[in-house]
């Protein structure tokens, strides 16, 4: 684990309950970041300042847990915007897809969170059951991808139109157990999900990368919901 803090000095809710201005993450250094499973590096991908995630040598191809978590920042309810890019490792495996996301509602050690992410190689692949994987929820540890498929084929992810290694804008929106998530401003979101799998109600924003990936991170707007 590797810590490098720097506290966010923007509040969460005002002094009089009201809800609060959103919250700008510029995402252009290592300042205030939590290195779980992974590596980071400030960098500019195709023309914007961004956080690079890849994940160390050596790591285990089935391990779920490559995240960088917020360290001054806790969110329950409301909106999470950012910008995301994932490309294939030099050496991955032809399984592997690009696999980059958000984490919230996160304990503080990472081993448990909810996670919305793509997989920006499935979303113009030729095989339609690729196309239908693009996107996906789950709850680590407990419901990790794979079984959410296996007991809930489809419910837990959809397709949605992702080019490989472009900048692609998330939008996740909490509520209680319910979480949406829309792509490229899309006015509807792409991905339902009624019944969020951990039971959190308040946690740490994370960011997210998948096995093979090299993932860029860029500009995150947080948005708590009013009274959050």
Known sequence: MFLCALPLTLPLTTSNGQAPTPIVIPLEGLHGLTLIGTRAQPTVYRGRKAVELTQPPGTDPQSLASVALLDSLTFGDGTIDLWVAGVLAADADTSNRGFIGLAFRSSADGSRFDNLYIRPTNGRADDQLRRNHST????????????????????????VDLEAGAWTHLRIVVSGRHARLFVNNAPQP?????????????????LWIGTGTNGYFSHMVVTPAGGN
């Open 136 to 159: 996906q929820y789950e709850s680590e540890p407990d419901y990790p991808w794979f079984r959410l498929r296996k007991e809930s084929p489809g419910k837990y992810e959809s397709y």
């Open 190 to 206: 792409c991905l339902v999900v009624d019944y969020l799998k951990s039971g959190a109600a308040r946690g740490k924003i994370g």
